[in-house]
């Protein structure tokens, strides 16, 4: 055989990868179209913006093909330069075993990020990772009960089935036709073509590979998201998670503060005049005199809700009663309608709202890290213990959880109770009591006022519920109220309609129990003597909804306050202030104690001096002018909120890093 007919062999290889190349593109370009039709959250979208993200969007999957495709060739190439002959008979095979290898993994990541999708609404994140640190017990019989795992068992195999069969049905040997091309045109050809994959690898002629570099093609986040390929998505978060790991973090530096912090204590003070020698003492502050709180403390109990998102509330009525016994409540009492959450996770949102700071956006959680056993000066716990109370954690579900139970033990908590203390506490037997993730909502509340009634002591209780949540069990004794879903909801819903249904029966339930708790206190003397607090840890359901106002909405949370008669401010309260979990704690120290000195990133929210601004991980900010993403500002106020959010980011790290 003539070296021509060796490359003639290899050129006919080399177009069954890019027919296969081809087949893959188009799967690739399918699955981005699903998540169009399930997930847009938008009505309508501008036709030529909806072409360019379709189009980056296949941008960046030729860049993962090349990727695959890259050592395919190189591999060919090096048969080629050292005329290895003797493998032709062997190299179809191989390349058939290659590409099953590679494209079986690239399934693989594709089907986890479109999972994540379904439930976050967005492309997996470093929070992903988290699930190696869950109850793995309970979430297999959560995707059991909440999916179809045999169907989705069959559609696998199907799918996987039929790409075997295409990659072994595309590259398979075929006829030679013999080339009669030189040395110098086959060394040009093979060093085009390595020139190529490696341009469409790297996506982009720019300073930076288009996988990093990724350009926003609208105002509308939703098509911005949607080019991102699952692969990059992963690796990402993966990058992320082990940054966050590995210690090597550095937020300061990324927010753009690393050679100046005193700069970003004046932004966050929104003053110049700050101490320059100890730029902590610019975030302690001390709560007025109040000879009356002195007197009477009150016991203080805050609520986290498990994904006690607020745009749901928009539908509320007689026949899709979702509020049930807390609606009364809500009407009554302090509420803030322009609070969202530091996180879309739980325990990403719970620890910076014990601890007083933000939340740092491409961290993990510092039960799970190096801070594991660090005691933080400004956790809300030790506030209360300080001033006297009594302060313990009460968790739905296992204290073994992200190591949630030593954690806060560290932070000022004299006990922490999880769901095998509450049944214990209640006389009642766990497993009737329980459903996958812990105690129903009921019992805990159960518990919590049992806790108050029998206190000798002012108490400072903070809660974490554990029903909304996947798979969505209630009590078999519960009746739900009417939940009937109107044309209007249902033209805002992007998942499964049936799941939503189940969804919307545990978030009712959850809300039901907060205020059936609300109820209780009120009618008993604790009335007298018990400020109240609920919040939620997210807004999940955004996942699956879609909102006129993207940004305004989907991290929406409630901040709702009960204050007995003597610790009501004469002067009205604004609830209209944007907020968010870094201001729970502020407000309450100046609400409920006398003279007690606290650091904190956030700010009192009824102080009108300062300025107020709302913020997560995921840089959605909440000015007084609606919910817009960092870099998107566009007027005075949304401005000021993003300049405020970066110097809080940086004085947060500041903060934490004070303790190593």
């Known amino acids: 055989m003539q070296k021509n007919t060796h490359f003639s062999f290899l050129i ?49 999957d030729i860049s993962i093909i090349a990727y695959i495709n890259s050592l395919a060739v190189v591999l060919v190439f090096f048969i080629w330069i050292l005329h290895l002959k003797f493998l032709q008979k062997y190299l179809y095979n191989f390349f058939r075993l290659y590409f099953v290898l590679f494209l079986t993994l690239l399934s693989l990541l594709t089907f986890t990020d479109l999972a994540y999708l379904s439930y976050f609404g967005e492309h997996a994140t470093l929070m992903i990772f988290g699930v190696f640190d869950d109850d793995t017990e309970a979430l297999l019989r959560t995707a059991f009960a909440n999916y179809n795992i045999p169907l989705f068992v069959f559609g696998f195999l199907l799918y996987f089935s039929l790409l075997y069969f295409l990659v072994f049905k595309i590259v398979r040997q075929k006829e030679v036709s013999s080339l009669t091309w030189s040395l110098w045109q086959q060394s040009f050809f093979f060093l085009f073509l390595i020139l190529s994959i490696a341009l469409l690898g790297r996506g982009s002629l720019g300073l930076f590979p288009l996988a990093y570099n990724t350009q926003d093609v609208s105002a509308d986040p939703f098509l911005n998201r949607l080019p991102q390929t699952s692969t990059y998505a992963l690796i990402n978060s993966y990058e992320q998670y082990e940054k966050s790991k590995s210690g090597n973090y550095d937020l300061i530096k990324t927010v753009g503060f690393s050679k100046n912090i005193e700069k970003a204590f004046e932004i966050h003070k929104q003053t110049q005049q700050i101490d320059k020698t100890d730029l902590l003492s610019n975030i302690h502050y001390k709560t007025p005199s109040n000879e009356l709180l002195k007197e009477k403390p009150a016991h203080v109990v805050v609520v986290m809700v498990e994904s006690f998102g607020m745009p749901l509330l928009d539908y509320q009525s007689e026949s899709f009663n979702i509020m049930g016994k807390l609606k009364k409540h809500f009407e009554e009492d302090t509420l803030f309608t ?99 993730w812990g105690v129903f909502d009921e019992y805990l509340y159960q518990y919590i006022e049992q ?120 002067k009205a309260i604004d609830t209209l202030v944007p907020a968010s979990h870094k201001d729970i704690f502020p407000t309450l120290y100046n609400l409920t104690l006398s003279d007690a000195n606290y650091t904190v990133i956030g700010t009192n929210l009824l102080d009108e001096s300062v300025l107020h601004c709302g913020f997560n991980d995921a840089g959605v900010i909440m000015s007084a002018d609606g919910g817009f993403e960092k870099g998107k500002a566009s007027s ?25």
């Not at 690739?28 to 189009?55: C, G, K």
């Not at 922490?416 to 766990?430: E, F, P, Q, R």
């Not at 909120?641 to 934490?656: D, G, H, M, N, R």
Request: with cysteine; proline share 3%; charged share 20%.
């Open 338 to 436: 322009r609070f969202i959450s530091s996180s879309n996770g739980t325990i990403v949102s719970l620890e910076p709202t014990l601890l007083n700071i933000a939340a740092r956006p491409g961290s993990t959680s510092f039960a799970q890290s190096e801070y594991m056993s660090t005691e933080f000066k400004q956790a809300s716990a030790r506030v209360y213990k300080d001033a006297g109370y009594e302060t313990s954690f009460v968790y739905g579900g296992d204290l073994s959880w992200r190591n949630i139970g030593r954690f806060v033990l560290k932070q000022g908590f004299d006990s922490a109770s999880g769901k095998a203390v509450i049944a214990d506490a209640l006389g009642k037997n766990m497993e009737s009591i329980s459903h996958d």
């Open 12 to 60: 006919t290889l080399l177009s069954t990868f890019l027919k296969l190349s081809l087949v893959v593109l188009v799967l690739m370009s399918l699955v981005r179209f699903y998540i169009f039709i399930a997930y847009s959250n938008a009505f309508s979208y501008d036709i030529m913006e909806t072409m360019a993200a379709f189009w980056l969007g296949v941008r960046l």
């Open 451 to 570: 806790k108050l009634q029998n206190a000798t002591k002012p108490q400072f209780i903070f809660v974490l519920t554990t029903n909304n949540h996947p798979p969505y069990k209630i009590p078999q004794d519960y009746t739900s109220n009417r939940l009937e879903i109107a044309d209007d909801l249902k033209e805002h819903i992007t998942g499964d309609i049936a799941l939503m249904q189940q969804r919307f029966k545990d978030y009712a339930y959850a809300v039901d129990m907060a205020g059936a708790f609300l109820d209780k206190i009120k009618s008993s003397s604790l009335a007298q003597n018990t400020v109240v607090a609920f919040t939620a840890d997210n807004n999940t359901i955004e996942g699956n909804m879609r909102y006129e106002n993207h940004y305004t909405q989907t991290k929406r949370i409630p901040f709702y306050l009960y204050l007995p008669e003597y610790l009501k401010p004469k």
């Open 636 to 660: 005075a106020s949304e401005k000021k909120c993003e300049e405020y959010y970066k110097a809080s980011l940086a004085v947060t790290e500041f903060l934490i890093q004070s303790h190593k």
